[in-house]
Nanobody, 122 residues
Framework: QVRLVESGGGLVQAGGSLRLSCAAS????????VGWFRQAPGKEREFVAR????????FYADSVKGRFTISRDNAKNTAYLQMNSLKPEDTAVYYC???????????????WGQGTRVTVSS
């Protein structure tokens, strides 16, 4: 059984930082692209960042570029999202997901975690 479990969300003031983790079980994370997505209240789920299998290439949504950093530790079967200079508009539930294709489209990701909530106060 494949499970992805996100952690690290919480309440933070604008300008602050959080580090999200995505721990995988039942699947060798290093065999897949990992993506982070988010869904704000009343909005559709949107792409945030993705990282290739060996971590050599990353790609970000324009809205987070320069502030967020995606990384992975395949030995620990875990991926991360370091979020700096957080803004109130970053408030959302953040999800990690795995893909064999590795795009920015939700439908190309097969397994998803349950999400972790990030709230940024102004």
């Amino acid at each position: 059984q494949v499970r992805l479990v996100e952690s690290g969300g919480g309440l933070v003031q604008a300008g602050g930082s959080l580090r999200l983790s995505c721990a995988a079980s039942g699947r060798t994370l290093g065999n897949y692209v990992v993506g982070w997505f988010r869904q704000a209240p009343g909005k559709e789920r949107e792409f945030v960042a993705r990282i290739t299998r060996n971590g050599s290439i990353t790609f970000y949504a324009d809205s987070v570029k320069g502030r967020f950093t995606i990384s992975r530790d395949n030995a620990k079967n875990t991926a991360y999202l370091q979020m700096n200079s957080l803004k109130p508009e970053d408030t959302a539930v953040y999800y990690c997901a795995t893909s064999s294709v590795g795009t920015t489209r939700n439908r190309d990701y097969d397994y998803w975690g349950q999400g972790t909530r990030v709230t940024v106060s102004s």
